[in-house]
């Protein structure tokens, strides 16, 4: 199978969905752009050294500690990732652990990292760390879980047998895409869950805030008449303003 670097530019879909952020917001976040040519100036080309290949952790691109870890003078070990065609594990998942002290436990999908691979398990493949810790504090130790691989380590359980499986995405007889358990052909609905984002639980759940969203009306509501008038025309025309003048003759040679 072929195998390729997960250094990779774009962040995963997923990523953007759960964050409600706008797409080039977040590429212009993490973007580290070392040199450039001004802007405004057609004799210099447009040109710039920036960082090309992005090292993606459990940290958001969009983070101070992301930058950290993709510091210019930080050299880590190149890690390969293997291709997913089509992703199958959304939040809310349930999911058993395939190896490791936790293998056989199941659990929920909590966090989705797209750009690794990785699916975060809730109280599942946990290590302990130990965090604020210097000369004169000896730190506190908290369990922290580590990332899966949705490609080896860990499977959906099937509604039915539940037990580990192997998921297709299939059509039903209206055409809805849906995701099938190849050992006993149930559907494996998505969870609500893969809806949450930073901002709302459920889309159905949202209200609307005045002072930051345009009302759903507003949007599809057309104000504009298309008219064979200037701005001019129809400045004049709302404050009842005539024009009687006669303009002067004009030649052209």
Do not use: C
Not at 70 to 77: D, G, S, T
Not at 85 to 113: A, N, Y
Request: proline share 6%; net charge positive.
């Amino acid at each position: 199978m072929r195998i390729i670097s997960f250094l990779a530019k774009k962040v995963g879909d997923l990523t953007v969905k759960y964050s409600n952020l706008p797409e080039s917001y977040i590429k212009r976040s993490y973007e580290q752009v070392y040199w450039k040519n001004p802007a405004g100036y057609p004799q210099y080309p447009k040109a710039q050294v920036a960082r090309k290949k992005y090292r993606f952790t459990t940290n958001r691109p969009w983070t101070g500690q992301f930058r950290m870890q993709n510091e210019r003078n930080v050299h880590r070990k190149k890690v390969f990732l293997e291709p997913v065609g089509e992703w199958s594990f959304f939040r809310g998942d349930r999911v058993e652990v395939m190896v490791g002290k936790d293998k056989g436990k199941q659990g929920i999908v909590v966090q989705v990292i797209q750009e690794r691979n990785w699916v975060i398990v809730e109280g599942l493949n946990t290590h302990l760390r130990t965090v604020g810790k210097d000369k004169e504090f000896p730190g506190v130790t908290i369990r922290s879980e580590a990332p899966l691989l949705v490609t080896t380590d860990v499977k959906l359980v099937d509604p039915e047998t539940l037990k580990p499986t192997e998921v297709e995405w299939r059509y039903t007889e209206e055409g809805e895409k849906v995701r099938v358990s190849t050992a006993s052909s149930r559907i494996i609905p998505i969870p609500k869950a893969a809806e949450e984002t930073i901002d709302y639980k459920s889309k159905e759940l949202y209200l609307e805030n005045d002072e930051k969203d345009t009302k759903t009306d507003a949007v599809t509501k057309i104000t504009f008449q298309p008219r064979l008038a200037t701005f001019e025309m129809d400045v004049m025309e709302s404050m009842g303003i005539k024009e009687d003048r006669v303009p002067a003759r004009t030649y052209w040679y």
